[in-house]
């Protein structure tokens, strides 16, 4: 029996919405056998495979690294998830688009830090002067909003992918 090649990314998000995956419970026993985590936070690959069949995307797109790597996983994925709302609407990272990044980060870094020392250069990716929802930056094929999504909801596309139904025909909100 082939196995789902399945992938899970998280960009900028809490980590909440893989808590939700992580919620699925003892049906993650069950759908084990047929599937086959290639990419996830919580296993110990650094790079992201070709030919994933599903990837669940965490996290709204904040940096020029986040961007490349939700471009990257666009281009090596069958399917892709907005898992959650951060990655449908922007959410939470997106309460900062109103404001000037360099305003901002002079705020939190230097006029409320002790020490004054600035913001961060060294091992930080610089921010996109918006953070944005991932349907702003490459195609998605199914939107799963909620913060985080019920596991209900993880359950219900997984379960359709593995039968081999069109995510379209979920009751899911589905954009673009
Ligand atoms: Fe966290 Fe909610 Fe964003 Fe998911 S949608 S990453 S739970 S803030």
């Not at 990419?39 to 709204?60: M, N």
């Not at 609407?89 to 002079?106: F, V």
């Not at 909620?146 to 954009?175: H, M, N």
Request: glycine fraction near 6%; charged fraction near 25%.
């Amino acid at each position: 029996m082939k196995r789902l090649r399945l992938a899970t990314i998280w960009l900028d998000g809490c980590s909440g919405c893989h808590m939700s995956f992580l919620d699925m419970d003892e049906l993650l026993l069950e759908l084990a056998p047929r599937l086959e985590l290639a990419y996830s936070p919580l296993v110990d690959r650094k790079e992201f495979p070709e030919q994933v069949d599903l990837a669940l995307l965490e996290g709204a797109v904040s940096t020029p690294e986040d961007e490349a790597k939700a471009r990257l996983v666009r281009a090596r994925s069958h399917l892709v998830v907005a898992l959650g709302d951060c990655a449908c609407n922007g959410n939470l990272p997106a309460m900062r688009n109103r404001l000037d990044n360099a305003e901002l980060l002079d705020l939190v870094y230097r006029q409320q830090a002790e020490g004054e020392a600035g913001p961060p250069t060294r091992n930080v990716p610089p921010l996109l002067p918006h953070s944005l929802p991932l349907h702003r930056v490459i195609d998605v094929d199914l939107f799963l909003p909620g913060c985080p999504p019920p596991a209900a909801a993880i359950v219900r596309a997984l379960t359709a992918v593995l039968e081999g139904r069109e995510l379209s025909e979920l009751p899911t909100l589905k954009f673009g």
